[in-house]
């Protein structure tokens, strides 16, 4: 699997680092960079930043990271056991135990069919002339049994021999998963040191109010708490969109009196 300087933390890590954050804001009280835990920022508030900022934390130990998934990955492939599984002879030791086993048994029971089969054409008048090679041939299976049962003899001390071997083989793997625990181990330390422990220091050491997260404002790389609506209300007193006034003209008519009168 390819991975970039900066991997993405797997969803089966993610119960380390908040194993690892839960315990380095419990134990805050007793690092003297994190003993103003609590004046400005508690616990809880420290530990909503930095789930906030769980990629940029866990990028300062990209290195490890990227040594330990790999680890993990080489032990979790088969292909990587599969020459353990072959070189060890287990399908050759099954044939030869097979074979030690029969052939003792096999050459026994040919001789003893040959001797019996020889003797009893012995007894027969006229003696058959094949009754000698019948004796012949189960004193030579006779010889073969001797023979299977040094080879068998061989066979379960070399078995014994491979047994131990095997037992050497378990201690090797089952130092493997120290390698995987080191690689574990060195990403954790990575973690705390260059990602958790800065990132709380900083935030700690920030001279904003947490107290009004509306006007909180992240530098660098910490992490916004909240956001703050803008405010549409219009100055006080004045009137931002003056309206014009209109004075109605003056309709009032002449003086209509009676006849005898004029306009003046």
Do not use: C
């Amino acid at each position: 699997m390819h991975m970039t300087s900066a991997p993405h933390l797997l969803t089966e890590d993610r119960p380390e680092f908040l194993r690892l954050l839960d315990e380095v804001l419990r134990t805050a009280s007793e690092r003297p960079d994190l003993a103003s835990v609590g004046e400005r920022l508690n616990t809880e508030q420290l530990r909503t930043m930095a789930l906030n900022a769980t990629g940029i934390l866990t990028a300062a130990a990209a290195p490890e990271y990227e040594h330990f998934v790999k680890v993990r990955e080489d032990l979790r492939d088969p292909a990587r056991q599969e020459p353990r599984d072959t070189d060890d002879g287990t399908g050759g030791a099954g044939a030869s135990a097979v074979v030690a086993v029969l052939a003792p048994v096999l050459s026994v029971t040919a001789m003893l069919i040959f001797l019996l089969v020889g003797y009893f054409l012995k007894l027969l008048d006229p003696e058959p002339a094949f009754a000698r090679t019948m004796l012949t041939a189960g004193w030579l299976f006779g010889g073969l049994t001797v023979v299977a049962i040094l080879v068998a003899a061989v066979g379960l001390l070399v078995t014994a021999v491979r047994n131990s071997s095997t037992e050497v083989v378990a201690e090797d793997l089952d130092a493997v998963p120290e390698e995987l625990a080191r690689a574990r181990e060195a990403w954790l330390n990575a973690l705390l040191e260059r990602g958790v422990l800065p990132f709380l220091r900083d935030a700690l050491a920030d001279p904003r109010d947490p107290a009004a997260p509306s006007s909180y404002r992240p530098s660098g790389r910490m992490p916004s708490l909240g956001y703050s609506r803008p405010d549409f209300t219009s100055p006080a007193g004045e009137d931002p969109t003056p309206r014009p006034s209109y004075t109605s003209p003056d309709f009032t008519s002449p003086d209509f009196g009676g006849p005898d009168r004029r306009p003046d």
